[in-house]
């Protein structure tokens, strides 16, 4: 997975404030000077709270625009209110707010504002909110084993407290896993993928990747799980008034393979993947039958009603004759 770009914010700017703060304790003991341990003990407390709020903002930046816009909101509130008690609190209750007080936190605000504004006309120059796209939402799964199943090596990770019906389900997704079309399958709930499985790394497919190893592809394929989940939530909502129902697929057909979300419930999701664009068919109708069976696992009804359906078989592993016909490259 990417490095985490916010990690190092709290070690950054302890650094970078705490050093100076040290460096005059060692002029103020070498001087033989008497210092203000109050003043000290607050310069060290701000530290540490800018370090605490850099942390969080690192944990919560998938949110962080809407954080910064309801911060926003409730401070304008609170400014509202301490301008009315400045301006009309002398004459209807013989009291008032300090100016000095009240200057500073109409400053404070000001600034927030300002910060807020550039931030979120970054982000919609640069197309939408990228820190939500580009955050994760939890630890990957890591706990890996590898399956063969005919002439091909399955690749298999979940988290580590995967239940029953999950189990259920990675063996469905397993099953339906081939070489020839379907080639990753990641199961999501509550914003987390819980597992995935694919057969990348199968020699057969090695003709696919040119820029890109397997281990990268499979952080993209997660990461746009995620993006994929994101969009499909605005897009349903902004359909609702449609009255169709909720959107259940989001099919992305890209030059060379096609990346597919199709929704088990509210919060559960499969995204797949081909590789070979002349596949896409094939692989869309095996996500669609894929998803009703792990619908099943969870005693609901078939969601899909789409014409074609694989075979019952699922999968089929088989080693692909050199012969055969091959794209230039995959998605």
């Known amino acids: 997975m990417d490095t985490?770009?916010?990690a190092r914010l709290p070690a950054v700017i302890a650094t970078l404030v705490l050093l100076p703060v040290l460096l005059e304790f060692l002029a103020w003991y070498i001087q033989g000077e008497d210092y203000d341990g109050a003043r000290a003990a607050t310069v060290v407390g701000v530290i540490v709270s800018l370090a605490g709020i850099a942390?969080?903002?690192?944990?919560?930046?998938?949110?962080?625009?809407?954080?910064m816009v309801t911060a926003l909101t409730v401070l304008a509130a609170g400014e509202a209110v301490l301008g009315f008690a400045a301006a009309f609190g002398p004459v209807l209750w013989r009291g008032g707010v300090p100016g000095e007080l009240h200057g500073l936190v109409t400053t404070g605000v000001s600034l927030f504002a300002v910060v807020t504004g550039v931030y979120l006309l970054v982000l919609y120059g640069r197309g939408l909110y990228l820190p939500y796209l580009e955050a994760g939402t939890g630890p990957p799964p890591t706990a890996t084993k590898r399956k063969v199943l005919g002439e091909s090596e399955i690749l298999i990770r979940t988290v580590p407290d995967a239940g029953p019906a999950v189990e259920k389900?990675?063996?469905?997704?397993?099953?339906?896993?081939?070489?020839?079309?379907?080639?990753?399958?990641?199961?999501?709930?509550?914003?987390?993928?819980?597992?995935?499985a694919d057969v990348l790394d199968d020699v057969d497919l090695a003709h696919f990747f040119h820029d890109t190893t397997q281990e990268e592809r499979r952080a993209l394929y997660l990461k746009a799980g995620n993006q994929l989940n994101w969009l499909t939530g605005r897009l349903d909502r902004q359909f609702r008034r449609l009255e169709g129902g909720a959107l259940i697929r989001t099919v992305l057909d890209v030059e060379r393979g096609g990346m597919y979300l199709y929704r088990v419930d509210r919060s559960r999701y499969l995204v797949g993947v081909t590789l070979d664009e002349r596949k896409t068919d094939v692989a869309d109708d095996?996500?669609?039958?894929?998803?009703?069976?792990i619908r099943g696992h969870f005693t609901l009804p078939p969601l899909n009603r789409r014409a074609h359906r694989p075979p019952p078989g699922g999968g089929r592993l088989r080693p692909v004759a050199e012969s055969e016909h091959r794209s230039a490259s995959g998605s």
């Open 4 to 6: 985490d770009r916010f």
């Open 55 to 67: 942390t969080v903002i690192g944990r919560l930046r998938a949110r962080l625009p809407a954080l």
């Open 169 to 196: 389900a990675l063996d469905s997704c397993v099953a339906m896993l081939d070489q020839d079309d379907l080639h990753f399958v990641a199961y999501y709930a509550g914003e987390r993928c819980c597992f995935y």
């Open 286 to 293: 095996k996500m669609a039958a894929l998803v009703d069976m």
